[in-house]
């Protein structure tokens, strides 16, 4: 499985971001989609995921409400919509994808392959 994220960039804080990530190779493989990010100095974080076949949704409590996942089999793409930005949200945002099915869908180690990231600034 092979991602790649796009769609980073400067967003004003109150704003909308769209960060989209493709998906190619054993997509049939694939269980859980999700996003993560990182800002300086911190850790990689939990933002949404979302399952490849149901369409079941899951999201960190500092975005619920403000992002929206989703995702299209017949484009093999996931989207993260980002409305109502904040400078908090500033960070690399990372795509990946879960094929064992093992551990929970908040946590990193449950994934097994990574986009390359992208990078969103919010500015305040």
């Known amino acids: 499985v092979q991602l790649q994220a796009s769609g980073g960039g400067l967003v004003q804080a109150g704003g909308s971001l769209r960060v989209s990530c493709g998906v190619s190779?054993?997509?049939?493989?694939?269980?859980?989609m999700a996003w993560f990010r990182q800002s300086p100095g911190k850790e990689r974080e939990f933002v949404a995921a979302i399952t490849w076949s149901g369409g079941s949704a899951y999201y960190a409590d500092s975005v619920k409400g403000r992002f929206t996942i989703g995702r299209d089999r017949a484009k093999n793409t996931v989207l993260l919509q980002m409305n109502a930005v904040r400078p908090e949200d500033t960070a690399v945002y990372y795509c990946a994808a879960d094929t064992s099915l093992e551990g929970t869908v908040y946590s990193q180690n449950s994934y097994d392959y990574w986009g390359q990231g992208t990078l969103v600034t919010v500015s305040s």
């Open positions: 190779g054993r997509t049939f493989d694939i269980i859980t």
